[in-house]
């Protein structure tokens, strides 16, 4: 394959990592600091509207970014892996693997529960309260990927600069 064209593919591959894990670490951050303290006042009634309906589109738009994310993710490695580019491509991918599996097999049940309806405001609150400790997790794992895929870039630029 010609030179450029390969450059330009793998920069369009990793310019849609970068893009995805500034979505997703300015979403989980943005729960932390600004929705977790108002979801205090969410009860059974207004649950739905101001987290089942955010939760949902968010949900819906992440499980489509998010494996294909995976798979750019994947092809920096393969294509850095005889530089020292593919250690931040690798944490990368363990990063949006993290991520997906705190809202695989521990989030996503409890938005479940929460979406089939909470009898109780004291069960709606142990369950919120559960999922923003689990989380914070997912946020953990956004961040570490975000601050990867700067790593990558930035190694990237002082790499042509020398």
């Keep these: 394959m010609n030179s450029k064209l390969k450059n ?13 894990s500034s979505m997703h670490m300015g979403l989980m951050t943005s729960l932390v600091l600004f929705w977790y303290a108002s979801w205090e006042g969410l009860n ?8 089942g309906i955010p939760a949902t589109l968010a949900t819906k738009l992440f499980v489509i970014l998010i494996p294909i994310m995976m798979i750019t993710a994947t092809i920096a490695i393969i294509s850095e892996w005889k530089t020292s ?14 991520s997906t599996a705190m809202a ?12 089939a309806g909470v009898k109780t405001n004291a069960e709606l ?4 309260m559960r ?3 689990l989380n914070n ?9 975000w601050v990867s895929m700067f ?11 020398t």
């Excluded at 580019?85 to 993290?98: E, F, Q, R």
């Excluded at 695989?104 to 979406?115: C, L, Q, R, T």
């Design 44 to 51: 059974i009634d207004t649950i739905q509207n101001n987290f």
């Design 125 to 128: 609150k142990t369950l919120l």
């Design 151 to 161: 790593t990558f870039y930035t190694m990237k630029l002082s790499q042509k600069s």
């Design 104 to 115: 695989k097999y521990f989030i996503f049940p409890i938005n479940d529960i929460i979406y």
């Design 8 to 20: 330009a593919l793998l920069t369009i591959n990793n310019g849609y990592t970068f893009f995805v």
């Design 137 to 145: 997790w997912r946020v953990f794992f956004s961040v570490l990927t």
């Design 131 to 133: 999922w923003m400790v």
């Design 85 to 98: 580019l593919k250690w931040p491509a690798i944490l990368v991918l363990i990063g949006v693997m993290g």
